[in-house]
């Protein structure tokens, strides 16, 4: 932690920022500078409330924290690329994992059929909602447990993975029975008891990037995770709000190669969500790859324009299928692969 | 609804629309423009799943909601002010109701010296916090159900109700049996399970605005509330997430004449949370009354260097009492009143 | 400067960091701390080069500016309160003053009319585009010198100064020939050249925010002004660029106290363009006097219904003449004065 | 252009709002809602000013403009792409157009050695700033003049066609003169004077997008290039300004589809002011062309840390050559080109 002093600090206001530093238990190195002096609080982790008491003393300008806030997250405590198995496909290796799906798990037709879809045109995992979030209390909230029994009778099918979010700590353990990845939506990002509650499971989660939440909070999340013993932490970009109206959200793909430097954990990106518009959907399932990202979470609906909820967002099958050879160009273009389209196999 | 087509939409496309708004039940009607169609869809409310398949049709443009998605919320549908009481305290009328205290309860002490200084400076209401949310893991998260017993102390002491954050359901029953308004923090604004529990207890709710909620979003969460019987919404403005970082977050006092022309329900204002810095919050309670609002709720601590959170934003006894009087002039100048001090009382 | 080495660095690359910040002649200061280096940098100022060229060394992990980059808008370098005189007002003293009149000027009876009607009002400057910047290029951009002359007959009728935009270094002569103030747009705070050029002048300065101009660009913009020489600076809050739809702009009122912390120079908002609409305009008015605003500029229009420009933001003469004995409540309220409508004289 | 009446609204305020439309000139039809009566205004541009007027009137909730507000970059207007061609380089085809060069022109030495190492390494056109766009008045402002002919000599010897910025109409002559592609930088999409100069001359523009501009009102500032007869605008997304601060600006790639569907212009995309970060540029390289970018414009320098300006986000040569046999690949992968470096045609 650095205490920056305004130029017009007294001697006595930089001894009272060392005193109480010292009193917090932590030795100090003091600089004095062309125009102003600082002081270097030693130790870590420094508790964020000796930042704001420091913050409040006479002729302190500014307080900088130095040390990362997170560790176990950190890439600088933990060097080596983390990668989480889930049934036999691995997250954070050589393969792109794309998992595919609904927004909402709607009828036991529609899952099914999209699962088998979704295998034979190469996606690895299946996703759908059962518990849904909705800006508004009058639309449709998802089919609850009914739909994990659906979701794990298209696993059952199709032998894919199944992800599906989890809303609150009362519906962890039935979410927990059924799904093989919990998904944290962007809107708990910051939920903390519901990230501690899935810390203490032993099922990877899917941690969605929140809507305004800097790359450092997000770490941070994982970080709560992560100190309840659950290390499987997927990273997940899904957009965040700005000024734009064009899109729905603003995909920040640079988020890709950033949290790469600062973790070791593996990162995926949504595109749907994080533009909203089908037709923007395939460019940025291209982009995503070559930004470097571990996979993809992409929505997909056999008639998006019959869908409960995310139609417009949604991929057809069509479109989805289209998209997979191209996306096996990006991933081969970089270094990694995606698994071959089932028609392929068959036609070999 | 209004359903703007492309310049290049054929006849077919534009027919296809009114029929698939019609396979869903509402009537249409179609304008022909100088350069495109457009075609209303009559009824309300329309469902949003209509709206996304309506923007995947060929031809369409732009698909363009016309009616409010809140209705309990809105002003249109209930044109007065919605006063909300608590114990002798009446939140909407004419008194601009000062909630004050720490961030976090944290002794006996702190809590009981807190209310007794606050009530003698005016404040009408007690703030403290119990369950705490913290974006790190490693920082302290509150008392818990002592530091609700400690807040019913300082209730049983001076007279001031409570204003106590609910973090989740789980802490539900306990909150309310101390609590008599429950906050809804800036992490939970769309928490909808969360706000339905509120809406279900007969405690008047104070519903923060998310860093990243748009003021519709916002209604449509209080409305989640109400849409369970629980009318006794108080909104609270605390500052969005914006690009400047010379604040914590960028106070919208804006919001405030905003919401009262879409809403009835009483709006108040944190200009700690909405500054992050002390030394910022006394303009910002005044220009938030000037600017019409209900109330503040306010950060004091004893000795705010000293604090276990929050201590860069939290005023002393002496700068809250300080600002008071200042405060009760903007009151008076805009029609409003706040409470006498209680010196000013003895002093009589 | 502070350097900041990842925990992973080397005792090599420290000693690297310290050679280069040697070589362009400023002495270091290394403090060893529990988990990794710091590297101060002594000496003001220093070259964004320099900070640049460090970022790049092996093992660091950021660098970090300490020293403010502005010095002549700084307070830290000149304490006291900068006023600005402009004819027989004063910017910056006790006085809110007021500066009203239309967007644009479209006629001499629509300015001359308004200058009389903001005169009796309590106005103490008259504002009116000549010149006018427009997103559309098929928008109506001003009357150019006309529009100064009839500024100008509106001067001679009632005593007001003019406030009027220079949008480039071309016409700066003949606006200046003109203006009392010359106003630089929200689109032109970064606009180096015409800062510098109006630095060369001995006019007083309107210097708007940008949309997304952090508050230290804004001082930076400042200085590139008072560089030149000419010292009078009146800073305009006039709403930033957020994700909130419901208004034009987020009007950042917190932006006062910090700018009156950090800098010595007058700060006035702009309501009008702040919101985009008229009726919430009074509030804001009231709000930034209590904030601590030394003045405002405000839009208001004899028919804003029949306005060639922002009509939906521009007050009536009756909507402005409301305002006026409420927002000498409120700045009487924080120790400060409006002017008295010319009206109450009368009835004396 | 619709009205969307307030439920509240009286016959006579729908009646007010059809009268106003008329007496402006255009015809209306009227919707009766559900819940509230809607007015279409059908007509072609409608001025901004109707737009005003009616937000104004009684009865009035909202009013919601149709019709686009460009034309001419309109894809509506103007279906086929649009290629540009600069010498023997053509932005806009299949060729995924590199240009890349140094933040500043510093010396003879630096900018030709630069030009030849770009060559070599498979750019197609030289970037390079002589006139340079400042935060701050203390920093390093270009060589003017003398670096316009340091890029000339730089084209003499390597044949690569010169991008270089114009920052003022005074400075425009001087720049065209040398210039091959007129740069317009973030600071300037919204200096309408500048962009209609630069419209009078015959060189293709880079239209740079600002940091708060939303992609509708880029589309308008090319369209102020393209009103003056100067259609050949290549559009560049180049990070906008948001809250996250791990990044100089966030790069907005979904821009990319987004301006493919409204637009026929060609648009690419710098991830150096992007990102702000060198490590970051080779991975957001990829991603771009990846979501359909028709070219890159990329800061190199030979000595990043000794740059006179944005060494901090400059790749080395050896980075740059590095990153271009990946390129070629991606570009590949979506049916794209790339120059060969010449080395490997060497080898051939």
Known sequence: MLIVMKTTATERDVQEVIARAEQFGFATRRVAGAERSTVSVLGSPLPDALREALERLPGVEEVIRISKRYKLASREFHPEDTVIRVGDVEIGGTEVVI?????????????????????????????????????SPYDFRGLGVEGLQLLAKARAETGLPIVTEVLSVADLDVVAEYADVLQIGARNTQNFLLLEAVGKTDKPVLLKRGMSTLIEEWLLAAEYIMAQGNERVILCERGIRT????????????????????????????????TGKWYLVPSMMLAAVAAGADGLIVEVHPNPDQALSDGAQSLTFENFSAAMPKLARVAEAVGRTVRTPLAELAAD
């Open 243 to 274: 000024f734009e109206t064009a899109t729905r959200n603003t995909l920040d793909l640079s988020a890709v190669p950033v949290v790469k430097r600062l973790s070791h954990l593996p990162i995926i990106v949504d595109p749907s969500h994080g």
């Open 99 to 135: 998992i595919a799906g609904p927004c909402s798990v709607e009828s036991e037709e529609q899952i099914i059929e999209t699962a088998r879809a979704m295998k034979a045109a190469g996606a690895s995992m299946l996703r759908g909602g059962a518990f849904k979030p909705r800006t």
